[in-house]
């Protein structure tokens, strides 16, 4: 990024983090957690001790960093190097991001930006119209379809975690990412201990990964001695029931149809309910017990958007709560081929145009790449 | 005094009988085998019969304690049938049977006094392979008994025996719902990841409200390993400090025995085709995939390879970094990070992974560090 966007962005996340010191907490068990950031255009620097709020506050004003994280694990001693930390547990950690549902709304809000002469499109095409480069970079934006779509996973997951596996609500924490998704928290002390492989075990089950027939009562062989599982179970056994029987009174046909359909029928089944049904979770984020996790309170360097606690998850509008940024205008050079919407306020569209727009939209389309300080 | 269990934690009181065999077992507190706990408290009603299925419980030491049995009458002629015993269990145990024992018998002491004898024997042998096979089969055996146990008596709420062995060793709550076993999910999977068949993954489980459901078979299955390294944990802190007379020839026995077993195995030196691969392809100087490196890196620290050994082979990759390879080798071995030594990916996963060249030479394994290994009698 050129030092110019730089100096913009960091004069707002400055005025940020100076002024919000009521949203910026670190999170409990502090003193146990190792602490990161980074800042534009230079590499993460991790491994450090952050005792209270104001440790973190003084940080942020002194480095005002692109990036703040702070792991899900507990350590005896976070500042050591990870050998020697003492991995003592971690809260379990989820990652929905809408880049990964496959949307079909994807398409119309994702801009390819031409690599070797900067101009913008939408939609994809091998060349470059304008030099004829085929080299690409791309920015998106989020649209209504893409919350919605992600608050759906989000409920998924929630309604697992509490019925399956009989985490509180209390015990659950939903935050919008900052840029394109939901992060979720859960702190329960039974679910601290588990090691990678286990969590990967456990993010398959919320998945609905590898599930196999025998499992939901079809049988191999003789699969006429069958018995699928009925709508009074839960768990999976339960939620299948109910996507394949709808109700009682027509589960008799529909356990014959499936019965006569035969193993391989019902396998394939199985796996078209997963799309639909399996929580698109990103598998990695769960599985790793010493990931540094964007800190709640901070803001998204790729978006200029905080990472907020939803406290009603059905209402909530990223680019209304989540777009804390100063409203004072500055001028930049947009280049944004789609309209955003920011505050309950349109932008753009923008052709390579000189415009007056207020910070939090400004420092958006510069953390997206759709525009540059002047 | 020669104390073989020095663990006083037990809180149970022992119901024992005069042994059937009836040799008078005189009270000798200057020479036991078994040091007397303290605390009692009068929870839980432990037999003969139960510590015959169960004999690495720490109650046993107190049962034997009781009796004052010492290791020198051990090891008179009187009580040559045991020594054999626990001759026999052990050269089952290292062919890796499981040791039958007579249901019969269960009711005196010659079971419980065997297993002290085979310990004595395998720690005077000292040789570890044998410890591990006759940990391994004695906890498959007990795990018999347990299923049997937790399976009669699921519905006579007479399960106190089972589901407190299982507790107070493995800190697994177990509880009933109906005909099931039932555990917390995060006890399951910290047990059942380590099972490779599709069936123990959770999504093939039934889960509700934080507990996964379980047959008595797969309750006791889940902790079969760690039954075993229990055992093995029990027969290392046994402290022998002299060899009775009488044990001597088995002792020696057993010495011969374990050369058997250390030489039936015939190992390859040559390297299955899928390393060979990799080794070629960075030999090429061409790209090997992250998987490829991490396959290379296990299967050879698993034939004993060290890091130091290892690291020049990656020299030829084009991204190659010394440091790098290092810290990462140092992962894979458990030396550094979070102390995991990684196991050599299986077949199934190298094939998914475009990694496997399969030749007729790897029929029959499931995983490149099996490549070559065969048994001599075949």
């Known amino acids: 990024m050129n030092e110019k966007n730089i100096s913009l962005i960091e004069s707002a996340f400055k005025e940020y983090y100076f002024n919000r010191f009521d949203l910026i907490h670190v999170p409990k068990r502090a003193t146990e957690r190792e602490f990161g950031y980074q800042k534009f255009n230079s590499g993460m620097i991790r491994h450090l001790a952050i005792k209270n709020d104001k440790e973190l506050h003084l940080l942020l004003m002194k480095e005002i960093p692109s990036d703040v994280y702070c792991s899900n694990a507990y350590y005896t001693f976070p500042n050591l190097p990870m050998s020697e930390k003492d991995w003592k547990g971690a809260d379990l950690i989820f990652d929905i991001d809408a880049k990964d549902l496959a949307l079909p709304c994807r398409k119309d809000h994702t801009i390819f930006k031409c690599s070797s002469c900067n101009s913008s499109v939408i939609e994809f095409q091998s060349q470059c119209p304008k030099c004829g480069s085929t080299k690409f970079e791309t920015a998106s934006v989020m649209c209504k379809n893409c919350i919605s779509e992600s608050k759906k996973e989000v409920t998924k997951l929630v309604d697992i975690l509490t019925s399956d596996f009989d985490i509180k609500k209390e015990e659950i924490e939903v935050y919008f990412s900052g840029n394109e998704g939901f992060h979720i928290r859960v702190t329960n002390s039974d679910y601290e201990p588990l090691g990678s492989q286990e969590r990967a075990d456990l993010v398959d089950y919320i998945m609905f990964n590898g599930a196999i027939p025998e499992s939901f009562g079809m049988k191999r062989q003789n699969n006429s001695k069958s018995s699928l599982p009925t709508l009074e179970e839960k768990g999976w056994r339960g939620r299948i029931a109910h996507r394949l029987f709808t109700s009682k009174s027509k589960t008799p046909k529909i356990t014959k149809e499936i019965i006569s359909s035969g193993y391989t029928a019902f396998q394939v089944q199985l796996e078209e309910i997963k799309k639909t049904m399996g929580v698109r979770v990103d598998p990695k984020v769960t599985m790793d017990i010493h990931r540094i996790f964007r800190l709640e309170g901070s803001i998204n360097s790729k978006s200029g958007l905080s990472k907020i606690q939803c406290d009603n998850l059905d209402s909530f509008d990223p680019f209304l709560e989540a777009c804390l940024l100063g409203d004072d205008n500055v001028q930049i050079l947009a280049d944004c081929p789609l309209q955003i919407k920011l505050k309950n306020k349109k932008f753009g569209p923008y052709k390579n145009e000189l415009v007056s727009l207020p910070k939090y939209a400004a420092v958006y389309m510069l953390c997206k790449g759709l525009g540059n300080a002047i | ?378």
């Open chain 2, 1 to 378: 005094m020669t104390n073989l269990f020095e663990d006083n934690l037990n809180s149970y009181e022992i119901i024992w009988k005069i042994p059937s065999h009836g040799k008078t077992l005189v009270n000798q507190q200057d020479n036991q085998i078994f040091k007397l706990s303290k605390n009692k408290e009068n929870v839980l009603k432990i037999g003969i019969k139960d510590l015959a299925k169960y004999p690495f419980l720490t109650e046993a030491g107190e049962y034997l304690a009781n009796t004052g049995l010492s290791l020198e009458q051990l090891s008179h002629p009187d009580w040559k049938p045991i020594v054999e015993k626990a001759y026999g269990r052990i050269v089952v145990a290292s062919s890796g049977q499981i040791y039958g024992s007579d249901l019969e018998s269960l009711d005196n002491d010659s079971e419980l006094l065997s297993f002290i004898v085979a310990i004595i024997l395998l720690k005077s042998a000292g040789i570890a392979t044998l410890i591990r096979r006759f940990s391994l089969a004695e906890a498959r055996r007990s795990e018999r008994f347990l299923q049997q146990d937790l399976w009669v008596s699921r519905d006579k709420k007479n399960l106190e025996l089972p589901l407190k062995i299982i507790q107070d060793l493995f800190a697994v709550k177990v509880s009933i719902d109906n005909d099931e076993f039932v555990i917390k999910v995060p006890d399951y999977l910290q047990r059942a990841v380590h099972f490779h068949e599709k069936e123990w993954k959770l999504v093939n489980r039934r889960v509700t409200n934080g507990f996964v459901y379980l047959s008595a078979h797969e309750t006791v299955r889940l902790i079969r390993a760690e039954l075993g390294e229990y055992i093995n944990g029990k027969i290392q802190s046994v402290n022998i400090q002299s060899i009775p007379q009488g044990f001597k020839q088995r002792v020696e026995d057993l010495v011969i025995l374990a050369k058997k077993f250390s030489d039936t195995t015939f190992v390859s030196s040559e390297y299955p085709p899928c390393v060979k691969h990799g080794i070629e392809v960075l030999e090429k100087g061409e790209n090997l995939p992250h998987s490829g490196r991490f396959l290379l890196a296990t299967y050879l620290l698993s034939k004993g390879q060290t890091v130091d050994q290892i690291a020049p082979l990656f020299k030829n990759a084009p991204d190659y970094n010394e440091r790098t390879t290092k810290y990462q080798l140092e992962h894979i071995s458990g030396s550094s990070g979070s102390g995991t030594k990684y196991q050599c990916p299986s077949c199934e996963k190298l094939r998914s992974e475009s990694l496997c060249f399969a030749t007729s030479d790897c029929d029959g394994i499931i995983n490149p560090i099996q490549f070559g290994k065969k048994r001599k009698n075949k």
